[in-house]
Nanobody
Framework: EVQFVESGGGLVQAGGSLRLSCAIS????????IGWFRQAPGKEREGVSC????????HYADAVKGRFIISSDNAKNTVYLQMNSVKPEDTAVYYC??????????????WGQGTLVTVSS
């Protein structure tokens, strides 16, 4: 069974940092990509960042570029999202998912619980 389990969310003050983790099982990351998504209250889910296993390239939404860093630890089957200089508008439930590649809309597995990030002003 393909599973992506997010953790690391919490309450953080604006300007602070947080690191999210995505534990992966049942999915061959080496042939695909992992993406982070988020959904804020009352808004549609949006892509935040993506990392490709084939070439290690990373991609970021304009809203988080320069503040967030995606990385992977293949030995631990874990992908991280380091969130720096967070803003109240970063408040959302964050999800990680396997992707065919960082330019594809195809995702693998079901959407889990996600991890809630709340940024206070």
């Amino acid at each position: 069974e393909v599973q992506f389990v997010e953790s690391g969310g919490g309450l953080v003050q604006a300007g602070g940092s947080l690191r999210l983790s995505c534990a992966i099982s049942g999915f061959t990351f080496s042939n695909h990509a992992i993406g982070w998504f988020r959904q804020a209250p009352g808004k549609e889910r949006e892509g935040v960042s993506c990392i490709s296993s084939s070439d290690g390239r990373t991609h970021y939404a304009d809203a988080v570029k320069g503040r967030f860093i995606i990385s992977s630890d293949n030995a631990k089957n874990t992908v991280y999202l380091q969130m720096n200089s967070v803003k109240p508008e970063d408040t959302a439930v964050y999800y990680c998912k396997g992707r065919l590649d960082c330019h594809s809309t195809l995702v693998f597995g079901s959407w889990g619980q996600g991890t809630l990030v709340t940024v206070s002003s």
